[in-house]
C-alpha cells in the first residue's frame, strides 16, 4: 500500500542553519505531496505541496520538490529560526481515495 | 473564512461513557475528514465525507464509532462504549475541489479534540 517515511528526530539545530528533513514514499499512481507543520499545542498547518514531478513547493522560506526518479519531497530551509522549531509531516494524497497518508513526523528544535 | 472548528478542545471520560465531537468545516468545503493521532504518531485517516455522504471508512473505525453529516455542514464523530485504547488527538479537517487540480485535495485542518479515557 501507500506509505510515507520520514527521517527520524529529534533534529536539533542553531538559529540561522540549514535545514534538511527527508521524506520518501511508496505510492502507486501519481500522487500529491504535502508538508503539514504543527507548532507546539496548535492543529496542523499546511507548509506547502506539490501536485506533479519536478514541481517545488515553497512557503516561509521552506522548500520542497517532488523528485518522481527518487520519490523523494525533501523539505529545506536556509536558514532556520526559533519560531520554526515544530514538528513536521510528510503526507501524500494518492487520488481517488482522497485519504492523507502520513509520516511519523520529524520534531525540530531550534535554539537561539 | 474562520477556519475549521472543533468542540470540545479536551474532554476527559470514564470508561464505558459514550462521547460526541463536533466539526464545523470551513463553510464552502464539500469534503470532510476525520482522523485519529496519537502520541509520536502520524495522523491515521478515519472516516470522510463528501457533502452528507459517508464516502469511506477506516478498518480502524470499529463498531462503537459512528460519524454523520447530516447537512452537508458540520460533522459528530461519536465513540460509544469509551476504552482507554481510544485516549487520542481526534482531528477534522475539509476541503474543496482544488480548481484544475483534478481529484487534488488542499486539507485543512481545525485544532483537533483531546480525548482521554481513564
Known amino acids: 500500500g501507500d506509505s510515507v517515511t520520514q527521517m527520524e528526530g529529534p533534529v536539533t539545530l542553531s538559529e540561522e542553519a540549514f535545514l534538511t528533513i527527508n521524506c520518501t514514499y511508496t505510492?502507486?499512481?501519481?500522487?500529491?505531496l504535502f508538508w503539514y507543520v504543527q507548532y507546539p499545542g496548535e492543529g496542523l498547518q499546511l507548509l506547502l505541496k506539490a501536485t506533479k514531478a519536478d514541481d517545488k513547493g515553497s512557503n516561509k522560506g521552506f522548500e520542497a520538490t517532488y523528485r518522481k526518479e527518487t520519490t523523494s519531497f525533501h523539505l529545506e530551509k536556509g536558514s532556520v529560526q526559533v519560531s520554526d522549531s515544530a514538528v513536521y509531516f510528510c503526507a501524500l494524497n494518492a487520488g481517488n481515495n482522497r485519504k492523507l497518508i502520513w509520516g511519523l513526523g520529524t520534531s525540530l528544535a531550534v535554539n537561539p | 473564512d474562520t477556519g475549521v472548528s472543533q468542540d470540545p478542545r479536551h474532554k476527559i471520560t470514564k470508561r464505558g461513557q459514550n462521547v460526541t465531537f463536533r466539526c464545523d468545516p470551513i463553510s464552502e468545503h464539500n469534503r470532510l475528514y476525520w482522523y485519529r493521532q496519537t502520541l509520536g504518531q502520524g495522523p491515521e485517516f478515519l472516516t470522510y465525507f463528501q457533502n452528507e455522504a459517508q464516502l469511506e471508512k477506516s478498518r480502524l473505525l470499529s463498531d462503537r464509532f459512528s460519524a454523520e453529516r447530516p447537512k452537508g455542514s458540520f460533522s459528530t464523530l461519536e465513540i460509544q462504549r469509551t476504552e482507554q485504547g481510544d485516549s487520542a488527538m481526534y482531528l477534522c479537517?475539509?476541503?474543496?475541489?482544488?480548481?484544475?487540480?483534478?481529484?487534488?485535495?488542499?486539507?485543512?485542518f481545525g485544532p483537533g479534540t483531546r480525548l482521554t479515557v481513564l
Open positions: 505510492a502507486t499512481g501519481y500522487p500529491s
Open positions: 479537517a475539509s476541503s474543496a475541489d482544488d480548481l484544475g487540480q483534478g481529484f487534488t485535495d488542499t486539507q485543512y
